[in-house]
Structures are given as structure tokens and as C-alpha cells.
């Protein structure tokens, strides 16, 4: 167990929604990252956020957005959903972003979203 | 942009031997950090090794070592007395080193299996 939480676990829903995929990073990190793992794409880094303010972006489309709130844990917005939005999103932590050990990622189980 | 290949989709191995996973990256960055993360059936993403290119030394956890080689931008997982645990995807990761705003870069993963 990473100690970095995410809910729900498992989420189904229809092309045109709108879902809101939740993370809660390890006690004491401050900075999330989040991630999608697809088939076609692999996993890639969509965006990061540190201390409530967003930190750096990936590979994130504009129908997604994200936000850190000031207890840290972090919320991924997905709209307008369509069939290849379904994947694994991982959410992860570190403890601090700037260097050394602190800036190692600890992922989340992921939640896994299909769009039918 | 940073790339992280793998070239080998799937490696087998008989339990107990020792196996070697290949991994190059192409960056035109000097400080950088390289990972291999480990997802097993449960698609938990779990952290295998870490290594600061500035460190010459090659990292070693237990029976995991790699074989780092900044130069030829090599960065190879060896798992010596392969265990069943040991089955899983791995994943080798490139993270740039200054300032702390970026997520990880993966590769396309190799899926290892252990011969019993």
C-alpha cells in the first residue's frame, strides 16, 4: 500500500459525460500527479500540481481539467467523455517536487474509467 | 522531448535465474533521474529502483541492480534468483532533474514471465 488513495475504483458511464476522479496523496506530500494509462498510449504524465497551484502539464486535453485543494488531495475533471477516454488514471504523490528523494512518485491504485 | 524505449515487449525467464531488462532514453538534459516501476496483475504501479544521473554508482535494491550507463543513455533492470512474484510489467521511467515541475516520462513496458 502506497498510502496514496483513489476513488472510485471502478467507473462506468456514457460519451457526452462528465466525471470527477479523486485523489488523496500520502500524508505529508504535497505535490499530485496525474496519469493515464490507455492501450494506444501507454501511460502518460497529463498534469501536476504542488502546494495547490499547478506545477506542470502533459499530455492533458482541454475537456480535462484538475485542481489541488488546500487539505492537498486533488480531483481530475473529465467532460464531454468519449470512447477513447476509457482508461486507468493513476493519481501519485511525492514530497517535494524540487530534487532528491523527495521528489519520488508514489502512485495510487488507479481508477479505471470505460466511456460506452 | 524526452524518450524512453523498450524494446523488448516480453522477456521469460525460468525461476531462480537472472534476467536483464533493456531500456535507452534519448534526452539533451545532464540532470535527470531514471526509475523502473514494476505493475503487476493488480496494475498497483510500484517502485522498483531509482537512479540520479549524477551518480555514478549503479543503484541496488535487494535483488534488483541496474546497469546504468549515462554515455550510451542506457539505463538496464537486472532481477537475479527470479522469483513468481517478479511477474509483471515493468516500466522504466525518465523524470528531468531541475526545478521539480514535470511528470515522468514512460516507456512502453516489458512484460516479464517467470517460468516456474
Known amino acids: 500500500d502506497s498510502g496514496v488513495t483513489q476513488t472510485p475504483k471502478h467507473l462506468i458511464t456514457a460519451t457526452g459525460q462528465r466525471v470527477t476522479l479523486r485523489c488523496s496523496p500520502r500524508?505529508?506530500?504535497?505535490?499530485v500527479y496525474w496519469y493515464q494509462q490507455s492501450l494506444d498510449q501507454g501511460l502518460q504524465f497529463l498534469i501536476q500540481?504542488?502546494?495547490?497551484?499547478?506545477?506542470a502539464k502533459g499530455n492533458i486535453l482541454e475537456r480535462f481539467s484538475a485542481q489541488q485543494f488546500p487539505d492537498l488531495h486533488s480531483e481530475l475533471n473529465l467532460s464531454s467523455l468519449e470512447l477513447g477516454d476509457s482508461a486507468l488514471y493513476f493519481c501519485?504523490?511525492?514530497?517535494?517536487?524540487?530534487?532528491?528523494?523527495?521528489?519520488?512518485?508514489?502512485f495510487g491504485p488507479g481508477t479505471r474509467l470505460t466511456v460506452l | 522531448a524526452q524518450t524512453v524505449t523498450q524494446s523488448q515487449p516480453e522477456m521469460s525467464v525460468q525461476e531462480a535465474e537472472t534476467v536483464t531488462l533493456s531500456c535507452t532514453y534519448d534526452?539533451?538534459?545532464?540532470?535527470?533521474?531514471l526509475f523502473w516501476y514494476k505493475q503487476p496483475p493488480s496494475r498497483q504501479m510500484i517502485l522498483v529502483i531509482r537512479?540520479?544521473?549524477?551518480?555514478?554508482q549503479n543503484a541496488t535494491e535487494n535483488r534488483f541492480s541496474v546497469n546504468f550507463q549515462k554515455a550510451a543513455k542506457s539505463f538496464s533492470l537486472k532481477i537475479s534468483d527470479s522469483q513468481l512474484g517478479d511477474a509483471a510489467m515493468y516500466f522504466c521511467?525518465?523524470?528531468?532533474?531541475?526545478?521539480?515541475?514535470?511528470?515522468?516520462?514512460f516507456g512502453k513496458g516489458t512484460h516479464l514471465i517467470i517460468q516456474p
Open positions: 501519485a504523490s511525492s514530497v517535494d517536487p524540487s530534487g532528491g528523494h523527495t521528489d519520488t512518485q508514489y
Open positions: 500524508s505529508g506530500d504535497l505535490s
Open positions: 500540481y504542488y502546494n495547490g497551484e499547478e506545477r
Open positions: 534526452t539533451s538534459e545532464s540532470d535527470y533521474y
Open positions: 537512479q540520479e544521473a549524477y551518480k555514478q
Open positions: 521511467a525518465y523524470r528531468s532533474g531541475g526545478g521539480g515541475a514535470d511528470g515522468l516520462t
